[in-house]
T-cell receptor
Framework: AQSVTQPDIHITVSEGASLELRCNYS??????LFWYVQSPGQGLQLLLK??????LVQGIKGFEAEFKRSQSSFNLRKPSVHWSDAAEYFC??????????FGTGTRLKVLA | NAGVTQTPKFQVLKTGQSMTLQCAQD?????MYWYRQDPGMGLRLIYY???????DKGEVPNGYNVSRLNKREFSLRLESAAPSQTSVYFC???????????????FGSGTRLTVV
């Protein structure tokens, strides 16, 4: 069955430090992969997406993600975190039908 | 501003009451969706509408009904609210049909529903 796992429920980093949020998926075919961000009290905003081509994709707000087929991973990275990045981050898989499967989310806390 | 608008933002219901959550998008998107978000469970699809005039069940449709009133509007109805339906509800839309998994969604800001 298709699934998305975000192993870290909470992550805390200091402002200016680098960030990596993990996402592992299980899917039989080539997946379409997404990262969304949710600020408190807001809906989800698309950060970036991968569906083919270059395995390193750039998104908004300085985020990037790398698709690694051998590891079934699509980790989100940012070289230097800003306090405004504090939010909840969701990885999702699009299967080519209507179903997006969302991970359970990783809540990021940024220390000043 | 263009986007997905949900009303109301907050609602408290008593068990057994009914209500309708409203959603409208002004991006001329074909497909619309209703999700619920619960702590530790991510987002789960309740119902979706591939295009005007069609609706289909998602992962957790029990206790809900939907109406795709026109291309812009997609409402979610709770006929007899239960405490298990306490959640944050999100409406979303996408440009092309549901078969195109490459297209990201545009989300509304959510409705926080409490059933007591």
């Amino acid at each position: 069955a298709q699934s998305v796992t975000q192993p870290d429920i909470h992550i805390t980093v200091s402002e200016g430090a680098s960030l990596e949020l993990r996402c592992n998926y299980s899917y039989g075919a080539t997946p379409y992969l997404f990262w969304y961000v949710q600020s408190p009290g807001q809906g989800l905003q698309l950060l970036l997406k991968y569906f083919s081509g270059d395995t390193l994709v750039q998104g908004i707000k300085g985020f990037e993600a790398e698709f690694k087929r051998s590891q079934s991973s699509f980790n989100l990275r940012k070289p230097s975190v800003h306090w405004s990045d504090a939010a909840e981050y969701f990885c999702a898989v699009g299967s080519g039908t209507y179903k997006y499967i969302f991970g359970t989310g990783t809540r990021l806390k940024v220390l000043a | 501003n263009a986007g997905v608008t949900q009303t109301p933002k907050f609602q408290v219901l008593k068990t057994g009451q009914s209500m309708t959550l409203q959603c409208a998008q002004d991006m001329n998107h074909n497909s619309m969706y209703w999700y619920r978000q619960d702590p530790g469970m991510g987002l789960r699809l309740i119902y979706y509408s591939a295009s005007e005039g069609t609706t289909d069940k998602g992962e957790v449709p029990n206790g809900y009904n939907v109406s795709r009133l026109n291309k812009r509007e997609f409402s979610l109805r709770l006929e007899s609210a239960a405490p298990s339906q306490t959640s944050v509800y999100f409406c979303a839309s996408s440009e092309r049909g549901v078969v195109d998994g490459r297209i990201g969604y545009t989300f509304g800001s959510g409705t926080r529903l409490t059933v007591v």
